[in-house]
């Protein structure tokens, strides 16, 4: 099960890295205008949709867990861990009784956008190298 929901995490965390550069590529490719405006408004809405997906899927990840290993979550009782999982379930329930999926959506978020900007200054950059490697 652990495996399954590690997987999932990596494909979002892996949505998370690469949209913003298949958007960018995609822009620049239809020569549209303001295509720095358009970038950051669809990044900017990706971004916020895929980061509340990751950070509600980790907390939905952790009761899933611990269905699994026989955690009762309304009961907060132990009485279906079996002894060799109870150190990984007290780890699970110490997680979710931190800050609330949609706090951590936010700090997410706020950290997402110097990463849409060093994308698109990335990319404006290998235009440019790109331009002048032709011209030579």
Known sequence: METII???NFVILGLIISLPILTIIRLRKSNT???AVKYFLIGLLLMAFLISIFAAWGDFSNLILLYHYGYSVDGMNYENV???NRERVDTLVTSLMGIGWSLKAMFGFIMTIP???FVYFGKML???IMIKKNEA
């Open 115 to 117: 990463y849409l900007i």
């Open 126 to 128: 290998t235009d440019r």
């Open 6 to 8: 590690t997987i999932i």
């Open 82 to 84: 079996l002894p060799e």
């Open 33 to 35: 205008r303001k295509v």
